[in-house]
Structure formats: C-alpha cells, structure tokens
C-alpha cells in the first residue's frame, strides 16, 4: 500500500520541498479514496519529516505519537470549534524534537465553514515553524477563502495498472484482481472491496440490467448497498457488454454468461448511452440521493434507450 500512496504527486512534493528546505506553509491534497486518504497523509507526514523507513519517527508518525505531528481529528472523528480552538492555542507552542512542527488535519471535507473560519487566519499565517497539511476528498467543500492560502495538490485517480499491482502485493493470487483494477475507477479502496466481494457486485449488476422487474429488484437494493461499488461494477459490466456487442472481445475486463446476455439485450449504442447515464447516477448519489430511487430511475432510462436504439436498427 505503501508504494501505491508514495507515487501520489503530493508525496513526491513534499519529499523534494523537505530535501530542498522549500516547504509550502500550508498544503492541501484533495484525494478520492476516503478511506486511503488518512494513510497518504501520513505518508506525506513522514516525507515532511524526511523519516527514512524502520526509523524511530517513521514509526511514531505511523502510530499518531510524533510529538511534533499531530494527526486530527482521532480516526473516525469530528474537526469540532473545540478541536479547532486547541489547535489554534497549540500552533503557539513550539516544536518538541526539531525546528518543525506540523498539523495534520484529516477529512476536511466534512469540517463546517464555522471551524474552516475559525482556523484561517493560523492557517495563512501560522508562527515560525509551524506547518499544515489539510486532507479532502473533494475541493469543493474546502471554502474559497482557504483555498486561496493553500499549496494544492489534486490527486487523479490511479492508473488501472497501478491498481492492478497493488492488488497483486496486498491480496498475492486471488482471482479478480484484473476485473477489480478496471471496475474501480481508480480508486483503490474500491478494488480492494470489489475483490473481497467474490464477484457479488458484478452479478449484481447483471442482473440489474436483465431483470424484467426492475421496480422490486430496485427496491430490494435498500441502503445497505454500498453505492460505489454498486456503480463501479455496473459501468464495468456496461463497458463490456458494449465491446462484447461490438466483437472486441481482446478489450473486456471480464467475461461471463452474464454480461454476454447483456450484450444480447442491448444494441451497442444503448450500451454507450448507458454508460452515461451511469456516470450521471454516480454523481446523483454523490449528492445523497436516495439509492433505490436512484437506481430504479436509471433502469427506466436505460429501458428507454434500449427501446429506442431497437428501433434504429
């Protein structure tokens, strides 16, 4: 995992400013795998530190307990007006071991713009060696204001074949790796479920295409679904019906009985429609939009477009 998250640009960034003595007083990185976004963090502490690996601050930044790198909030928690307020009274204090000391603040994403306002004036101007290193998975819930005073690094999602790689050292010899790498999007917590799922999303999503009851299939999907996956494996599954119909076969990800009825089902340009309506579904839920709801309004404009290209040809 490591050598996946050490490619990132924001880590080979803060490597070389460390070296160079450059470092920017404040940094974002906006990344999209939120539960790898912590451990990149983390990543880049240790590069900011210039912490060789098996050393004592290599380890301490790894367990949270550097005295002069504080992680916030603990995992899975809030960044609170309270947190932020210590972290205002903290930035005056100077560091413990070095000339640095950095403020690692994870998720800020989710921090309300009350707490965002509350630590902007530290953050543009904090004191004299004093760092922050702000993580997020989406830039648009960063407020302007602090993006204006911040390095920004925005991480693309990685290549399939980097996936693919990282797979192969966490998870040696299991079957689906390659299907897991293209149906991820880039994002490697999403592989890593799809593959601990056996496959059980991509049949899922067969059948989400071939089901001749979509309303009750639809409904069935509930809330304990988890939503990413579910669409990563239908755009996956989409993608190669559409070159199975097309006869590029030398191009599917993965093969299977399934996926070859749904290329019997739909003509290759209701196939490409679909695809876009899938990315356009993803970004649906990304707003919160209810899944079941969501899922049956994307069945009815797929049947729509199915409909309609049968018609054309």
């Known amino acids: 995992m490591k050598t996946l998250l050490k490619q990132t640009t924001a880590y080979r960034r803060i490597r070389a400013e460390a070296e160079n003595n450059s470092l920017s007083h404040a940094t974002l990185v906006v990344f999209p795998d939120e539960k790898l976004l912590r451990p990149l963090l983390k990543e880049c502490a240790k590069a900011f530190f210039l912490a060789e690996e098996g050393s004592r601050t290599e380890r301490l930044v790894e367990e949270e307990q550097f005295s002069d790198c504080l992680v916030l909030p603990e995992a899975g928690g809030k960044l609170t007006a309270e947190l932020g307020g210590r972290i205002v009274d903290e930035s005056a204090m100077r560091p413990v071991e070095g000339d640095r000391k950095l403020f690692v603040l994870d998720a800020f994403h989710t921090v309300t713009p009350l707490v965002q306002n509350k630590l902007l004036k530290v953050i543009e101007e904090p004191p004299e060696g004093v760092y922050f290193l702000l993580g ?70 067969e059948e989400f295409l071939l089901t001749a009851e979509p309303e009750k299939f639809c409904r069935g999907l509930g809330e304990k679904q988890d939503k990413r996956l579910f669409f990563a494996a239908l755009g996956q599954v989409v993608r190669d019906a559409a070159f199975e119909r097309c006869g590029k076969h030398e191009f599917t990800a993965r093969r299977s009985q399934g996926t070859a009825r749904v290329a019997e089902k739909y003509p290759a340009g209701a196939l490409l429609r679909a695809a876009e309506l899938i990315r356009s579904a993803e970004r649906d839920i990304g707003f919160n939009a209810n899944l079941s709801q969501c899922a049956l309004a994307l069945a009815v404009a797929i049947a729509g477009e199915r409909e309609k290209w049968n018609k054309l040809s």
């Open 136 to 205: 997020a998975t989406a830039e648009y819930a960063v407020l302007p204001t602090v993006l204006s005073r911040v390095t920004k690094f925005a991480e693309p999602p990685f290549a399939e074949e980097l996936i693919r790689q990282a797979l192969g050292r966490t998870h040696p010899g299991e079957a689906g790796a390659a299907e897991a790498a293209a149906a991820c999007g880039g994002v490697y917590s999403v592989a890593e479920n799809l593959l601990a799922g056996g496959g059980e999303e991509f049949r899922l999503a």
